[in-house]
């Protein structure tokens, strides 16, 4: 399956505005119905969480867990997804990004 990348501040706004939360204590997912039968991905990690290398790094890590998750795990079409980095994400390896990753879609309902 495709991911579709969702890029524009508007498209990151509406998700937020409209979407709903859930969290654990690395991440943040935002998820809103877009009536369409893809998924897009959207991924944001602030400033605050560290330089731009280890920020590029989470991004990588989010994006190709989410990826894997997709295809294997069977998650459910129509959705834009938005994950937020929280600081406690920092110099964490990617087997504890993935299972809060995989934590947060669950905790959403998005698996088939």
């Known amino acids: ?11 990151f706004r509406a998700v937020y505005k409209r979407g709903k939360s ?13 009536r369409k039968n893809v998924n897009r991905l959207g991924v ?5 969480v560290g330089k731009s290398v280890v920020r590029n790094r989470i991004k990588r890590l989010i994006k190709e867990s989410f990826r894997l998750n997709s295809d294997y795990m069977k998650v459910e079409n129509g959705y834009d997804l938005v994950f ?3 600081k406690a994400s920092n110099g964490k390896s990617y087997v504890e990004i993935n299972n809060s990753v995989k934590n947060l879609i669950k905790k ?3 698996y088939k």
Do not use: P, Q
């Open 1 to 11: 399956m495709d991911v579709y990348r969702i890029k524009k501040n508007a498209e």
């Open 22 to 34: 859930f969290s654990n204590n690395l991440l943040v997912l935002y998820v809103y119905m877009n």
């Open 84 to 86: 937020i980095a929280r």
């Open 108 to 110: 959403a309902g998005l």
């Open 44 to 48: 944001s990690v602030s400033k605050k």
